[in-house]
């Protein structure tokens, strides 16, 4: 079952990322992105990072996403025009995809530490809230602070930035 | 099993093609707005080769890498689309070719 799974996941993601910078409608691009974070929270748990998988949800598919729409939203972007025939896109998408098959299938197996598997459930642990709040508050807790800081920071310069300027 | 078994490749293949998509994205795409979205695919990549290796290492140390990685995006979005919105008050464009002066 699991090989079933992985490559469910794996060309859900690359189709719905593939998507997000084909289309031209950005609504569409958002919902593709929606798409591509939710299958990469579900990689997440096929790798038993399951605290990461619901961070994954809660703040890219949740937060990150809602701003991308209101900005959407707020500044009625419109569908890009059209630039390049249609024949380089498709000769591009053949031979940059040519490559990174090739190069995937061939090259990466050249690398011994690549062949390694590991069954679900066969992982040392680690991906629960508890164990990694235990590393987040011993080993790395002035990071953790600092990741503190580097929030409210950006909180105030957001507000600063969008806020009108009361002379003009 | 039908598709054999899934190694540490696997998952490094499947993150770095996401990687080269999003760059592709952030190199073809005009729009301000699915440049950032294509930033994002960028992190996601990177994220899933960290949990990956880690995971088949056995190490917890890049899970807490990718936590910390979420959190500077989550600063990252909110601030690019900031910028986004204060540059389309003054140009009325997000198209990134209609912003090539320095100043205004």
Redesign the interface.
């Known amino acids: 079952m699991e090989p079933l799974f992985f490559w469910i996941l794996a060309v859900g993601l690359v189709v719905s990322a593939s998507a997000l910078v084909a289309f031209r409608n950005p609504v569409t691009n958002a919902v593709c992105l929606v798409v591509a974070l939710v299958i990469q929270a579900a990689l997440f748990i096929t790798l038993e990072a399951f605290f990461l998988a619901a961070v994954q949800v809660i703040v890219y598919a949740g937060a990150v996403m809602v701003l991308f729409l209101f900005v959407i939203m707020l500044l009625d972007v419109k569908e890009e025009a059209r630039r390049t025939p249609p024949w380089v896109k498709i000769v591009g998408v053949l031979g940059v995809g040519g490559v990174a098959v090739l190069g995937l299938t061939k090259i990466v197996p050249l690398f011994p530490f690549t062949q390694k598997t590991l069954h679900w459930g066969q992982g040392k642990g680690g991906g629960s809230a508890a164990e990694l709040g235990k590393l987040l508050f011993t080993s790395y807790s002035p990071l953790f602070l600092a990741t503190g800081v580097l929030l409210l920071v950006a909180t105030v310069g957001v507000v600063v930035l969008c806020r009108k300027d009361p002379e003009s | 099993?039908?598709?054999?078994?899934?190694?540490?490749?696997?998952?490094?293949?499947?993150s770095?093609?996401?990687f080269?998509?999003?760059l592709?994205?952030v190199i073809?795409?005009?729009?301000l707005?699915?440049i950032?979205?294509?930033l994002?695919?960028l992190l996601?990549a990177a994220?899933?080769a960290l949990?990956?290796v880690?995971?088949?290492q056995?190490?917890?140390?890049p899970?807490?890498a990718?936590?910390?990685v979420?959190?500077?995006?989550?600063?990252e979005?909110?601030?690019g689309?900031?910028?986004?919105?204060?540059i389309?008050r003054i140009k009325k464009t997000?198209?990134a070719d209609q912003l090539a002066t320095l100043r205004f």
Do not use: K
């Open positions: 099993m039908i598709f054999g078994e899934i190694t540490l490749g696997h998952y490094l293949a499947l770095s093609l996401l080269l998509i999003g592709a994205g073809l795409r005009r729009s707005l699915i950032m979205m294509s994002e695919l996601n994220n899933l949990v990956a880690g995971r088949f056995g190490l917890p140390d899970q807490v990718v936590f910390f979420i959190t500077v995006a989550a600063a979005v909110a601030l689309l900031a910028i986004l919105v204060a389309f997000t198209a």
